[in-house]
């Protein structure tokens, strides 16, 4: 019996922001209708384009208007977007809630975001927080959520990046490391070491700080996340670098223990939160952006 070859269709979500942005001639205004970036509507166009093999809009600066393949194709698009709401779903359940999704790092959620994130619920339960995972220095364009914490310089253009807290930085090892290596006696001493890597935590900023002339080091365990560095150091792989809200119970545990009194106090990076002007003008959005500056203002 013959097999019948799969049928690719277009995502839905790149057709109703095709259909919204015929009918208002207008990214902006077809992204606040589907609660999501500019750029996140931009990002769904062009999916939709790729899938058609054919341009949709014409562009004049910010001003759109339908190619005459869009004329056609928003009729058929139309029609099944129809097709798809009008079809009867008894049991399903309308969400009226306001919702935020919000882009953050891993280590920054288990560390700052969840031990405070009770408060915000109890504050403004009719606001549904949704959170998705990405890596520090590596998913740097807004998307499919409203607003991002990044770890990094700060310097991100065309978008609104405000500082939320700056922390030392410092060198941490276990206990049981030191006694195996004969202990450390000053930051020279750390030739004998195995220095855990992190691109989220450069070790030549730190050096400097301690008047050691040495280059990054490229050889040792690296990882890509703060927490999983930690981690490491616990198990005593080596000696790292970390932050004081990072490791303040598992010093507290006597799991670590900082080495030297060297500190990096203006380190490389530090957390921001980034997000696109717009957004300010959903008020459920406005509200989580103040109250986590509010959480963050005044950290110790």
């Known amino acids: 019996m013959a097999t019948r070859a799969l049928i690719r269709l277009p995502p839905v979500h ?5 259909e919204s942005a015929a009918r208002h001639a207008s990214f902006a205004v077809a992204a606040t209708e589907l609660c999501i970036t500019p750029s996140a509507l931009s990002h769904r166009i062009r999916l939709l384009e790729d899938y058609t093999g054919e341009r949709l809009f014409n562009r004049d600066g910010r001003a759109i208007s339908l190619s005459g393949f869009g004329r056609r194709y928003l009729d058929v698009v139309r029609v099944a977007l129809r097709t798809l709401t009008d079809f009867p779903l008894p049991h399903k359940k309308n969400i009226s809630q306001p919702r935020v999704k919000i882009t953050v790092p891993p280590t920054f959620t288990r560390c700052f975001l969840i031990p405070r994130l009770a408060d915000f619920v109890r504050e403004h339960p009719e606001i549904i927080l949704e959170a998705f995972l990405s890596v520090p220095l590596y998913d740097l364009s807004l998307s499919e959520t409203d607003l ?5 310089t700060g310097e991100y253009q065309g978008e609104v990046a405000e500082k939320l807290f700056e ?3 410092f060198a941490i090892a276990s206990p049981r490391y030191l006694e195996q290596i004969g202990g450390l006696a000053d930051p020279a001493d750390l030739q004998r070491a195995t220095l855990l890597r992190s691109p989220l935590e450069p070790w030549q900023p730190w050096f400097e700080a301690a008047g050691l002339d040495w280059p990054e080091p490229t050889t040792g365990f690296r990882v890509d996340d703060l927490g999983l560095l930690l981690e490491a150091v616990r198990h005593g792989n080596g000696v790292a670098l970390t932050r004081k809200h990072f490791a303040q119970e598992a010093i507290a545990a ?3 223990v900082q080495i030297f009194d060297v500190c990096l106090n203006t380190p490389s990076y530090a957390y921001y939160l980034v997000y696109e002007q717009q957004v300010l003008e959903r008020p459920e959005v406005a509200t989580f952006i103040a109250w986590l500056t509010a ?5 110790k």
């Open 254 to 256: 006597g799991d670590v």
């Open 167 to 169: 922390e030392p930085v």
């Open 148 to 152: 991002e914490v990044r770890f990094g």
């Open 14 to 18: 790149a057709l109703s922001a095709f």
């Open 295 to 299: 959480n963050f203002k005044n950290i």
